[in-house]
């Protein structure tokens, strides 16, 4: 039965449990030392080498004496230290970040404990190392020395190798690593030993001395003349445990050690046996079955081999060399070589079956003391699959939540090989470790899960396998369909079973509306679970869950319905959450992604592109690159929005470079965009090749919303290539996907597409029809930007809204947000919301944005004088030099060229509006944003036809009088007679016509 803590968080966002024991932390502490000899030639060296750079290599065989040495630097030099202790299972860079975060723990118990290396991290590793290296250093007061030991026992292949690399290159001044390996430095490291950040010691630095022999000979109480020590000496070689060995021995005239001719393990395995040979039979059985434990735990140790006080006999075994290292945290250790020739005799003194036993007892203790991962490896060793399994399912969830899965997954598959019965929790933590990567592989463990959690009539397990697999579809991105048959398991489940555990109901109810979202988006289906969605965002108490549904709620009501108003209710019930220090990275990722959307849904192209920037910048400084490429879709929304095509090349050469380990809706996303680029470029080939493609891939996704407005746009493509009946087809396909969804913004589409149609075919009757449909929805749902907004056509359907008087307080609102330009063969329509607004035509009048502004007393200030000679240039660009000459004619050139610029600086703050146009020495008025009144005559002058007494009534109500009657400049006065003249001609031809 599911019953602890197995409630699975989404993988994006997971949950940190810590575990800490005394075994674990045996890895962050350095050994005590007891009657060591301090080498003070070693130590001279290190000191002078940590003066010159930040890393030193010490690479030298088992037994040189590497982990003594350093811990005896770091007690001779007093600093600030950090001791890590490298195994296999921190090749996974998951556990090695988890323990090293125990150890900045450690440093600083108030701070907050750095980030696990979860899913969310995989695609940016070396931005997280960076980060986290940052804040360890951090944490540590310079001067300080961090050593890494044991670093041959990552594996070959180990993304840690690079991942530390870049640790050791964050090193701040006065901070010094000393890795400590029996291999010489791995590849990833030769750019700090080219650069010299990183110095090497090998085994001809490190190798004792005569003089160091003799000195560790006299430590363990052995007096040696000079002629027995020259001959130790020779016969070990240098090497430290060669010489501890040899003193143990009574005679001292064995052959030579011949370090460098045979490996250290066989030479020390046959002292060993020598030294073993001759100590008392019950140490011996001491030793052995101690040998168990990876790291002693001297009550552990009593359980286990019956000895009335371990720590006496440790005691004991220091005091005789006997390879055994104190922790600073009361853990022991036996040397690797010492352990490994213990562990090999015990297999050959034990039976497979007393083997076993003991494997299993030991791996019960270390499980008792937290030490999980050593007691697994026990158990996998026993090979003890249902002692394992209980392990597992103690463990699984803290494991997830620390990023640990593929050490979680590696138990998983060891024990699965080796039970007869398994329990159907071993498949759904085995789903769930799969998920992030593989998520076809996870949802077929998971469907195992669930149909084992049937069997044994447990129903909680049932709802959390259920939720499992639908994530393995939800995360995906890819083929949507297989959902039906979950959607309707999920009713079955439901019907006879209703859930208990109000946790799992919120987990259940938001992967439920996930589900319809993407296969049964029919408003009568999906009403009552995005009601629970609601509740979920509004007053759930976990905060992880409200962000997660939170995301996608934002998206179904904005870019679905369209119900900004409600929208913003989502953004605003947890800003404050998200802009707290108590939001993790991944966490304000999905903010940026979210927000951004909404941002560009409410018209705000800017502020969306401002955030999606800085969203990218923090996601790719903290490695978060799960949310990519959403907010690439965001960035090429605001953009393809605004017109700029160019900018937008750039994210669309991002998600090409994608293409290749792209999901199905990923592919579709990048061709619907780059349709969306040809199309403003007027490549209506290349857009249709592109929205097939996308309407293809949508298709095949199975995803009804997608497809719905795929199929809008891909409607418009059609009709612009000349395929005007294909082109109704598919919009008629879109409108209904969309009635069944009750999707107001794709209704809202469909028409405003319709009235574009019959904008191009002049059929002003359906034209109007269909735009006072689409606009009642926009003032309705106050719709400020959609999909393939296209200014230039907006700007059109807008005119013709204006003249009509369609949803008119609506339409200028949306105008000046949007700063669209009135079209130029529209004509000066009075109605729109102009940036500017000058009546010339009897005084002037001057409105900004809507707002009159108060025009100085005399027009023949030189900011005004400015504006109006500009005003009788029609909107033409006017050479700098010919202004200076109208408005200063009694000045020299370059005196009035000064006079203009400060003016025109003037000029610009009076206005306080960017409609004055500068380029290459001339300037005009920026006519697609300002109406004049005079520019407006002359237009309506050169389209009236002869008998056109209507228009010329407009004109004549437009003409209230001489163009500035009181100003007489002779630019100005030019101009008004010139102006009267064509006013009055065109009256003498209406009145003969």
């Keep these: 039965m599911m019953s602890s803590a197995d409630l699975h968080p989404s993988y994006m966002l997971h949950a940190v449990i810590s575990m800490t024991s005394p075994s674990q932390l045996a890895k962050l502490t350095p050994p005590a030392l007891r009657n060591a000899y301090p080498r003070s030639r070693l130590f001279s060296y290190l000191e002078r080498v940590c003066t010159e750079c930040s890393a030193i290599w010490i690479d030298a065989p088992p037994g040189a004496g590497k982990s003594v040495a350093a811990a005896g630097f770091l007690q001779a030099q007093g600093r600030a230290s950090l001791w890590f202790q490298l195994d296999a299972a921190d090749s996974d860079p998951s556990t090695f970040f988890h323990y090293l975060g125990m150890a900045a723990g450690q440093m600083a118990p108030e701070a907050p404990r750095p980030p696990h290396f979860t899913a969310e991290y995989a695609g940016g590793a070396?931005?997280?190392?960076?980060?986290?290296?940052?804040?360890?250093?951090?944490?540590?007061?310079?001067?300080?020395?961090?050593?890494?030991?044991?670093?041959?026992?990552?594996?070959?292949?180990?993304?840690?190798?690079?991942?530390?690399?870049?640790g050791l290159e964050e090193l701040p001044p006065g901070g010094t690593a000393l890795m400590l390996s029996r291999e010489a430095p791995p590849s990833s490291m030769a750019r700090l030993l080219v650069h010299r950040?990183?110095?090497?010691?090998?085994?001809?630095?490190?190798?004792?001395?005569?003089?160091?022999?003799?000195?560790?000979?006299?430590?363990?109480?052995?007096?040696?003349?000079?002629?027995?020590?020259?001959?130790?000496?020779?016969?070990?070689?240098?090497?430290?445990?060669?010489?501890?060995?040899?003193?143990?021995?009574?005679?001292?005239?064995?052959?030579?050690?011949?370090?460098?001719?045979?490996?250290?393990?066989i030479l020390f395995n046959y002292f060993a046996e020598e030294v073993f040979a001759r100590t008392e039979s019950e140490r011996q059985e001491f030793l052995l079955i101690s040998s168990v434990l990876p790291k002693m735990e001297p009550g552990a140790v009593a359980d286990l081999t019956g000895h009335p006080d371990p720590e006496r006999e440790f005691g004991v075994l220091i005091a005789r060399?006997?390879?055994?290292?104190?922790?600073?945290?009361?853990?022991?250790?036996?040397?690797?070589?010492?352990?490994?020739?213990?562990?090999?005799?015990?297999?050959?003194?034990?039976?497979?079956?007393?083997?076993?036993?003991?494997?299993?007892?030991?791996?019960?203790?270390?499980?008792?003391?937290?030490?999980?991962?050593?007691?697994?490896?026990?158990?996998?060793?026993?090979?003890?699959?249902e002692g394992l399994q209980a392990l597992i399912l103690r463990h699984a969830q803290a494991l997830l939540g620390q990023g640990r899965s593929c050490v979680l997954m590696r138990w998983i598959t060891a024990c699965l090989g080796m039970l007869r019965?398994?329990?159907?929790?071993?498949?759904?933590?085995?789903?769930?470790?799969?998920?992030?990567?593989?998520?076809?592989?996870?949802?077929?463990?998971?469907?195992?899960?669930?149909?084992?959690?049937?069997?044994?009539?447990?129903?909680?397990?049932?709802?959390?396998?259920w939720c499992a697999i639908v994530d393995t579809f939800v995360f995906a991105q890819g083929r949507f369909a297989p959902l039906d048959r979950w959607i309707e398991e999920a009713e079955r489940l439901r019907s006879g079973h209703p859930v208990a555990d109000a946790s799992v109901a919120a987990?259940?109810?938001?992967?439920?509306?996930?589900?319809?979202?993407?296969?049964?988006?029919?408003?009568?289906?999906?009403?009552?679970?995005?009601?629970?969605?609601?509740d979920i965002v509004m007053y759930h108490p976990d905060a992880e869950l409200r962000m997660e549904v939170c995301g996608y709620l934002l998206i179904y009501q904005t870019w679905w319905l369209g119900e900004f108003s409600r929208a913003e209710l989502i953004l605003d019930s947890l800003r404050s959450w998200v802009e707290s220090e108590r939001a993790s990275?991944?966490?304000?990722?999905?903010?940026?992604?979210?927000?951004?959307?909404?941002?560009?849904?409410?018209?705000?192209?800017?502020?969306?592109?401002?955030?999606?920037?800085?969203?990218?910048?923090?996601?790719?400084?903290?490695?978060?690159?799960?949310?990519?490429?959403?907010?690439?879709?965001?960035?090429?929304?605001?953009?393809?929005?605004?017109?700029?095509?160019?900018?937008?090349?750039?994210?669309?050469?991002?998600?090409?470079?994608?293409?290749?380990?792209?999901?199905?809706?990923?592919?579709?996303?990048?061709?619907?965009?780059?349709?969306?680029?040809?199309?403003?470029?007027?490549?209506?080939?290349?857009?249709?090749?592109?929205?097939?493609a996308a309407v293809m891939l949508g298709r095949e996704a199975g995803f009804p919303f997608v497809q719905a407005g795929v199929a809008i746009d891909y409607s418009r493509v059609l009709y612009h290539a000349g395929q005007a009946d294909r082109a109704r087809a598919e919009l008629a396909k879109a409108r209904m996907a969309g009635q069944r969804m009750d999707s107001r913004l794709?209704?809202?589409?469909?028409?405003?597409?319709?009235?574009?149609?019959?904008?191009?075919?002049?059929?002003?009757?359906?034209?109007?029809?269909?735009?006072?449909?689409?606009?009642?929805?926009?003032?309705?749902?106050?719709?400020?930007?959609?999909?393939?907004w296209h200014s230039p056509t907006m700007a059109k359907l807008y005119v013709l809204a204006l003249e009509q008087g369609l949803e008119p307080d609506y339409v200028r609102s949306v105008i000046r947000q949007r700063r669209l330009a009135c079209p130029e063969d529209a004509g000066a329509v009075a109605d729109w919301p102009w940036t500017l607004k000058i009546r010339a035509l009897g005084g002037l009048e001057i409105w900004i944005d809507g707002k009159p502004m108060d025009v100085p007393a005399k027009a023949g200030k030189k900011p005004i004088e400015l504006l109006v000679a500009l005003i009788t240039h029609k909107g033409r660009p006017v050479p700098a030099e010919r202004l200076a000459e109208v408005l200063w004619p009694d000045s020299d050139g370059d005196r009035a060229l000064n006079s203009y610029h400060v003016t025109l600086k003037r000029l610009r703050e009076l206005l306080g509006v960017n409609v004055l146009i500068q380029q290459s020495g001339q300037l005009r008025l920026d006519a697609k944003h300002c109406w004049v009144d005079c520019w407006a005559l002359l237009h309506g002058l050169n389209a009236l036809v002869a008998g056109d007494r209507a228009g010329l009534a407009r004109l004549s109500a437009l003409y209230r009088g001489d163009f500035l009657?009181?100003?007489?400049?002779?630019?100005?006065?030019?101009f008004r007679a010139w102006l009267n003249a064509r006013y009055r001609s065109a009256l003498e031809r209406i009145e003969e016509s």
């Design 126 to 166: 070396a931005a997280f190392s960076r980060n986290f290296f940052r804040e360890l250093w951090s944490r540590l007061s310079a001067p300080f020395i961090a050593v890494f030991d044991n670093y041959q026992e990552l594996a070959d292949e180990s993304p840690l190798h690079e991942l530390l690399r870049v």
């Design 197 to 265: 950040k990183m110095v090497r010691m090998g085994w001809d630095d490190i190798r004792l001395t005569e003089a160091e022999t003799g000195a560790i000979a006299q430590a363990a109480g052995r007096a040696l003349d000079a002629s027995t020590l020259v001959a130790l000496h020779a016969r070990a070689e240098g090497w430290a445990v060669g010489v501890v060995l040899l003193l143990d021995q009574p005679e001292y005239c064995a052959a030579p050690v011949r370090l460098e001719g045979e490996a250290p393990e």
């Design 321 to 385: 060399n006997f390879f055994v290292y104190r922790h600073a945290d009361g853990l022991y250790q036996y040397h690797p070589l010492f352990r490994a020739f213990l562990s090999a005799k015990l297999c050959a003194s034990l039976s497979k079956e007393a083997l076993g036993a003991l494997q299993r007892r030991a791996a019960g203790l270390l499980g008792e003391a937290g030490a999980i991962e050593d007691a697994a490896e026990l158990l996998i060793a026993a090979r003890d699959g």
């Design 421 to 465: 019965t398994e329990a159907p929790e071993l498949r759904y933590w085995l789903g769930l470790c799969l998920s992030p990567a593989e998520p076809s592989d996870a949802r077929q463990a998971l469907e195992r899960a669930y149909a084992g959690f049937a069997g044994a009539g447990d129903v909680r397990g049932q709802y959390l396998a």
């Design 507 to 534: 987990r259940f109810d938001s992967r439920m509306f996930l589900a319809l979202m993407r296969r049964r988006p029919e408003r009568k289906l999906i009403a009552p679970w995005k009601d629970r969605a609601w």
């Design 585 to 692: 990275p991944p966490i304000r990722a999905v903010w940026g992604a979210m927000a951004s959307g909404f941002l560009w849904m409410r018209g705000e192209n800017e502020a969306s592109l401002a955030l999606v920037r800085e969203s990218l910048e923090q996601a790719a400084a903290q490695g978060v690159h799960v949310w990519d490429q959403l907010l690439w879709c965001q960035a090429l929304c605001a953009l393809l929005s605004s017109g700029h095509v160019e900018e937008a090349d750039v994210f669309i050469a991002r998600m090409e470079a994608r293409l290749p380990a792209a999901e199905i809706l990923e592919r579709a996303m990048y061709h619907y965009f780059s349709g969306w680029r040809h199309f403003h470029r007027q490549e209506a080939a290349n857009a249709v090749q592109h929205l097939e």
């Design 746 to 788: 794709i209704e809202y589409r469909a028409d405003l597409l319709e009235a574009e149609f019959a904008l191009h075919e002049s059929d002003a009757a359906a034209c109007s029809a269909a735009l006072r449909r689409a606009l009642a929805i926009g003032r309705a749902q106050d719709i400020r930007n959609h999909a393939w």
């Design 965 to 974: 009657p009181e100003e007489e400049a002779p630019h100005v006065v030019g």
